[in-house]
């Protein structure tokens, strides 16, 4: 039975090693973001150096959220390296510890990795998130902050104006602020009777409020407008459920909003599956984990460390690559939102497990 001492070692010396690579993430992925979105933002107006390094810093944790499978991945097989050329696996195993036993440390520590990334670290990614987007959108930037969509949206209202299809090139506000707004306006016979392209539409009660806009219709001359108001009968939570990304919605919200959704006769794919997948987070560092060490514990016996590390990142990555692709299934509604994403943990999971049981008990 392993000791409370080696335990809280083990579980000290992962934390401690997870967040040295945490750290060094940040700063990589800092660096990279900063200077791609500087290239792309330097000739807007208003944009500023302070403004590039604020968006960049309010990016970081949302970032994160994608890369810690990986982090958990290589610190799981740092620390379990560190540890065996160290001869102190060895040690243990020599006083009758068990490798589960000492695996438990480091599960339990990414467990709770998980349950902080959920229950923390996601609603300040999508707080910061919806800043950034509000901002870029202020900027009149396109697309392409991370957790933005990746096509133009269009919705359509009926008043008795007529029809009004929508469209946005960049959204804000979970999606009661368009950039780059088009609002194309047919007439009684279905034909086209009106083009406004605005620099952002703001939705308030009962009306969307164009600013900077341009009115283009089949006679005359482009018209340009300050401001211009046109009706609506969309409600805010409507437009929000049509519009918004998933990851500019809190954890704790989605289950909310995935039922305002379907009241709404939506189908919530995205929500649901986004929810699902955050519930599912920390097992899927536990995983990770135990990818880890299915390559990590014996490698120095064999001498194939460079050949099983490589094998571990490889397993890690294919595990992550199966698990974005079964999100993108269960948001387009091709399967189940829990089967999408619970299934790649449940099986990497299972595999984890039976390979250890290989290694360690035959």
């Known amino acids: 039975m392993i000791g409370m001492t080696l335990w809280r070692y083990l579980f000290r010396r992962y934390v401690v090693m997870t967040g040295w690579f945490i750290l060094g993430v940040l700063a990589i992925i800092y660096m990279i973001d900063f200077t791609e979105f500087s290239s792309r933002a330097?000739?807007?107006?208003?944009?500023?150096l302070a403004i590039g390094m604020y968006l960049s810093v309010l990016r970081l944790p949302n970032i994160i959220q994608v890369t810690i499978p990986f982090v958990i991945l290589f610190s799981s097989m740092s620390v379990l390296l560190v540890l065996n050329r160290k001869y102190e696996l060895v040690v243990a195993r020599s006083a009758g510890i068990s490798a589960w036993q000492f695996l438990m440390p480091l599960c339990t520590a990414s467990f709770l990795i998980g349950?902080?990334?959920v229950a923390v670290i996601n609603p300040l990614s999508s707080y910061a998130l919806l800043k950034v987007q509000e901002l870029e959108v202020g900027m009149g930037m396109q697309r392409g902050t991370v957790g933005s969509i990746k096509r133009t949206p269009w919705i359509r209202q009926r008043t008795e104006e007529g029809v009004t299809i929508i469209g946005?090139?960049?959204?804000?506000?979970q999606g009661l602020l368009l950039g780059d707004a088009t609002f194309i306006r047919f007439d009684d016979d279905g034909g086209i009777?009106?083009?406004?392209?605005?620099?952002?539409?703001?939705?308030?009660?009962?009306?969307?409020?164009?600013n900077d806009a341009k009115r283009m219709r089949w006679t005359g001359l482009p018209e340009l407008l300050d401001q211009s108001e046109i009706k609506t009968n969309l409600k805010p939570?409507?437009?929000?459920?049509?519009?918004?990304?998933?990851?500019?919605?809190?954890?704790?919200?989605?289950?909310?909003?995935?039922?305002?959704?379907r009241s709404f006769g939506l189908g919530a794919n995205a929500f649901a599956t986004q929810y699902q997948s955050l519930l599912a987070l920390p097992l899927?560092?536990?995983?990770?984990?135990?990818?880890?060490?299915?390559?990590?514990?014996?490698?120095?016996?064999?001498?194939?460390?460079?050949t099983v590390i490589l094998a571990g990142i490889l397993s890690g990555f294919l595990l992550y690559v199966v698990t974005v692709l079964a999100k993108s299934f269960g948001t387009a509604g091709a399967v189940p939102p829990y089967?999408?994403?619970?299934?790649?943990?449940?099986?990497?999971?299972?595999l984890g497990v039976t390979v250890l049981l290989h290694k360690e008990d035959g």
Do not use: H
């Not at 946005?168 to 506000?173: C, H, S, T």
């Not at 009777?193 to 164009?210: Q, S, V």
């Not at 560092?285 to 001498?303: C, D, E, N, W």
């Open 237 to 261: 939570e409507f437009v929000e459920e049509s519009l918004a990304s998933p990851q500019s919605i809190s954890f704790f919200d989605l289950p909310r909003k995935i039922e305002v959704a």
């Open 168 to 173: 946005a090139k960049n959204i804000a506000r």
């Open 115 to 117: 349950l902080v990334m």
């Open 42 to 48: 330097s000739n807007l107006p208003g944009y500023t």
């Open 339 to 350: 089967v999408a994403a619970w299934l790649p943990v449940i099986i990497a999971s299972a």
């Open 284 to 306: 899927l560092l536990v995983a990770m984990t135990l990818i880890a060490a299915t390559v990590s514990l014996k490698f120095i016996r064999f001498g194939q460390s460079g």
């Open 193 to 210: 009777a009106e083009r406004l392209d605005a620099k952002t539409a703001i939705l308030e009660d009962g009306m969307w409020i164009l």
